[in-house]
């Protein structure tokens, strides 16, 4: 599976929209890009997937780029609720794995 | 809504006894995970089973076995415990789906302190 890379740590003020970016360059035509999320002391939530198309649901939009090499998980208006560590993991079709890397801690602020 | 459950949420074991940590699903999701997460090193995966009796290591599955008899139940086993073995452990299960790996459902997790 194809490594991912996300920044660390973002903050954003409740009620704008958080876009939170990872790179996956080294992604191969057969993989997924999926999105959790983690609050403190639960267990990580799904929240959106893609292949190449963008995607919208009811918590959040992904953003493809054209060469999939990276995505954005963009969640519209983001509250206080949505304060995470969010991961991005590439997960190739029908695989059983998948490896967490570190994700992003977004903090949002009132 | 589908439910995976851990059967404790707190462990404390002292080193060199045997764990057991059990996973229960009621979905009848194909797929289940281990996996630890610890400070500084994000989530990471010890096993996984895609189907009954079947089992595949992750990435460290140094010091774990697992076993899966039946097919909503995945067991995690430290036949030793270690202190380094001290850890958040959560368990996940998911459907075979074309679109990669399928959701994962994870559970509460399981802290464990191995003294």
């Known amino acids: 599976d194809a490594k991912t890379t996300q920044p660390p740590s973002m903050d954003c003020a409740e009620g704008r929209a958080a876009n939170l970016p990872c790179n996956h360059s080294?992604?191969?035509?057969?993989?997924?890009v999926y999105w959790y999320r983690q609050i403190h002391s639960q267990g990580p939530q799904y929240i959106i997937h893609?292949?190449?198309n963008n995607e919208t649901n009811e918590m959040a939009s992904l953003i493809i780029t054209e060469d999939r090499k990276s995505s954005t998980l963009i969640l519209p208006h983001a509250t206080l609720r949505d304060t995470a560590v969010y991961y991005c993991?590439?997960?190739?079709?029908?695989?059983?794995?998948?490896?967490f890397g570190d994700g992003t801690t977004l903090t949002v602020k009132p | 809504d589908v439910k995976v459950t851990q059967s404790s949420r707190y462990l404390v074991k002292r080193t060199g006894e045997k764990v057991f940590l059990e996973c229960v699903q009621d979905m009848d999701h194909e797929n289940m995970f281990w996996y630890r997460q610890d400070p500084g090193l994000g989530l990471r995966l010890i096993y996984f089973?895609?189907?009954?009796?079947?089992?595949e290591k992750g990435d460290i599955p140094e010091g774990y076995s697992v076993s899966r008899e039946k097919k909503e139940r995945f067991s995690l086993i430290l036949e030793s415990a270690s202190t380094n073995q001290t850890s958040m452990y959560l368990c996940?299960?998911?459907?075979?789906?074309?679109?990669?790996?399928?959701?994962?459902?994870f559970g509460e997790g399981s802290r464990l302190t191995v003294l």
């Open positions: 893609g292949l190449k």
């Open positions: 993991i590439v997960v190739r079709t029908n695989a059983g794995k998948s490896t």
């Open positions: 996940a299960s998911s459907l075979i789906a074309r679109g990669g790996l399928g959701e994962l459902f």
């Open positions: 080294t992604i191969s035509g057969n993989e997924y």
């Open positions: 089973s895609y189907d009954v009796k079947m089992k």
